[in-house]
DNA sequence: AACCGAAGCAACCGCCCACGA
DNA sequence: ATCGTGGGCGGTTGCTTCGGT
């Protein structure tokens, strides 16, 4: 329908910063009518040359009696970053809960600080699922892990835990070169990623802690997704592996396992406890723990077995071809591959 | 000391909705 | 039921401040 603008553009009412006078006309008006009125009629009765509007915004924005000055507390971070992801842009919503806080405050807050925040720490600040950029890479459900095991016929025993662990180094690779051959640097820390993207769930687990102010309910969420168990250095790979990444790695690091240092933004900001930063993150493995074996029984499930594993369980994987220059159509076809291994009907398979 | 780019934030703009005539 | 108005909201702008060179 279209509706009159609420302040006549020609009347040549004030625009742009109050003044301390006009600020205390504002303040006197309200405080001797004991409120606001109609803000339409307000400009004319205060004495002010400015749009009902524009006084509305100064005073619910800055005048009012029961705003909250100053820095936003951690407490009132989280808050913001929880009903966020419950309520999304509803900053009016969002202000109800802070008290002394206003949506436009708010507003602004999140979209200097609280953004990026979320967005250094991988988190999509939309969505508040790990971050849609790098959904190619959180979108892999354990691909290699799964894509070995696939290839164990039923009823053979294969050493799970090394299978994972084998798993784990080639994806950190593979994700490391992925970033760096599309020219981009890592947005997060690859350990923090990888723990986003492991689904296995099994020993070794270290769970890094959320940084201060961090929402505790969105890390939560993040590190629902298994958290990476250890990275083995590079030449515990197979050699179909190894080789298969050998030009990417070579090309890319000076040689696997070497560090990343002064690349991306700071780990720190991933709250990671112990290993906060890359260097540390390509450090020598812990001691690894005993691996459990299991068998899969050709049912879908899998039993523990004390059999010796019937092969490397990366065996089979040479027919991912990753060019020795990686390209985005290389990891297409690699993504392709594997595209089954998206049907979650197919992983419970493998399971 | 001067310049420049980035960051922060107050204020504006335009759309939408509720409500009353 | 329709239309005009008031007010609220989210997005955006542009000015100010800050920090680095």
Not at 150 to 159: E, K, V
Request: proline share 8%; with cysteine; aromatic share 6%.
């Amino acid at each position: 329908m279209g509706r009159s603008p609420c302040c006549d553009q020609d009347a040549g009412v004030k625009k742009g910063p109050w003044t301390p006078e006009e600020d205390k006309l504002l303040v006197d008006y309200i405080k001797d009518s004991k409120g606001h009125g109609s803000w339409r009629r307000l400009p004319k009765l205060a004495g002010l040359n400015r749009c009902g509007k524009s006084c509305r915004l100064r005073w619910t924005n800055y005048l009012r009696p029961d705003i909250k000055r100053g820095r936003f507390t951690d407490e009132e971070e989280k808050l913001i970053i929880h009903l966020h992801s419950i309520l999304g842009n509803k900053w009016s919503s969002i202000a109800t809960k802070l008290p002394g806080r206003t949506d436009n405050e708010i507003k602004n807050y999140w979209n200097t600080h609280l953004r990026k925040k979320l967005l250094s720490m991988g988190i999509d600040p939309v969505t508040h699922r790990p971050r849609t950029d790098l959904s190619l890479l959180a979108g892999i459900p354990n691909l290699l892990t799964a894509a070995a095991a696939a290839q164990q016929p039923p009823n053979t025993c294969w050493d799970i835990n090394a299978l994972r662990l084998q798993a784990d180094a080639a994806k950190y690779q593979l994700l490391q070169g992925l970033l760096r051959a599309l020219s981009a640097p890592p947005a997060v820390d690859l350990m923090a990623l990888l723990a986003a993207t492991n689904n296995n769930g099994g020993g070794l687990v270290t769970q890094p802690q959320p940084a201060a102010g961090v929402d505790h309910q969105q890390y939560d969420g993040l590190l629902n997704l298994p958290a990476l168990t250890s990275v083995p250095p590079a030449t515990t790979l197979p050699a179909a592996m190894s080789s298969s990444f050998s030009g990417l790695l070579s090309s890319s690091f000076g040689g696997a396992g070497s560090a990343l240092a002064g690349d991306g933004l700071s780990s720190t900001d991933l709250g990671h406890s112990g290993s906060s930063n890359m260097t540390a993150a390509m450090a020598p493995p812990p001691p690894l723990v005993v691996a459990a074996k299991e068998c899969n029984n050709g049912g879908g499930t899998s039993t523990p077995c004390d059999d010796t594993p019937a092969s490397s369980p990366f065996e089979g994987l040479e027919n991912i071809n990753l060019d020795d220059e990686f390209n985005s159509d290389s990891w297409k076809d690699l993504l392709e591959q594997m595209s089954w291994l998206n049907n979650p009907n197919d992983q419970q398979q493998l399971m």
